[in-house]
């Protein structure tokens, strides 16, 4: 268990640009005394090696928590608030108050349990934030393949709901399905055409 050492949660989201979906939240709060190496931004890190650092840090974290805001929720707040709502989520569900919470980007969430700062950049500075990013990233990478599973047609799997160029061509033919963000122009404008 924690000494008197400050207790810092590192916080991130995953799922912001995708046109379908969830965004997810995590939260981390590392165990000093038990580092993790290759701790990095999960953009900057394989597949495989994500999934072996997730299954690393849901061991030996003193807390984590991993949260998301649901499409539909995304249409009706934003995806700003949305993400934030999130954040605040994952945050507030840590077993361990944490004395810091570090949040990667440039916006902090409001009601959170402790003092905390925005580090833009902080995914690839600070090991919490890295560890967040992680889990996040593997979080939401986890549920696109079971869209995929509930929806084959649009090719989840590939593209994770990022708007690349085979997405678009699958939303305009077969239209958006329950889990497309209708707030988001490329979804909105697959309505109209409909």
Same mark, same amino acid.
């Given at each position: ?18 046109? $379908?979906?969830?965004?997810? $939240? #995590? ?20 597949? $495989? ?35 934030? #709502?999130?954040? &605040? ?6 077993? *361990? ?22 580090? *833009? ?9 890295? $560890? ?7 979080? &939401? ?46 979804? &909105? &404008? ?5």
């Amino acid at each position: 268990m924690p000494g008197d050492e400050l207790l810092v949660a590192g916080v991130d989201e995953a799922g912001r640009g995708p046109l $379908a979906g969830p965004v997810f $939240a #995590a939260a981390v709060i590392l165990d000093a005394h038990r580092p993790i190496a290759g701790l990095d931004d999960s953009k900057k890190l394989t597949a $495989a090696r994500r999934e072996v650092l997730a299954a690393q840090i849901k061991v030996q974290a003193l807390a984590w928590r991993i949260t998301w805001t649901e499409a539909a929720e995304i249409d009706r707040i934003n995806i700003l608030q949305a993400t934030l #709502a999130a954040m &605040r989520a994952a945050c507030r569900g840590l077993d *361990i108050v944490p004395g810091l919470i570090l949040v990667d980007g440039n916006r902090l969430p409001t009601g959170l349990p402790c003092v905390a700062r925005a580090l *833009i950049g902080g995914d690839a500075s600070e090991p919490s934030i890295a $560890a967040a990013s992680i889990l996040a990233k593997t979080a &939401r990478d986890a549920w696109c393949l079971e869209l995929h599973r509930r929806y084959p047609l649009y090719a989840f799997d590939r593209h994770k709901g990022y708007g690349t160029a085979l997405h678009l061509a699958r939303l305009a033919e077969y239209g958006p399905c329950p889990e497309h963000r209708r707030s988001f122009a490329p979804v &909105r &404008r697959s309505l109209v055409d409909a």
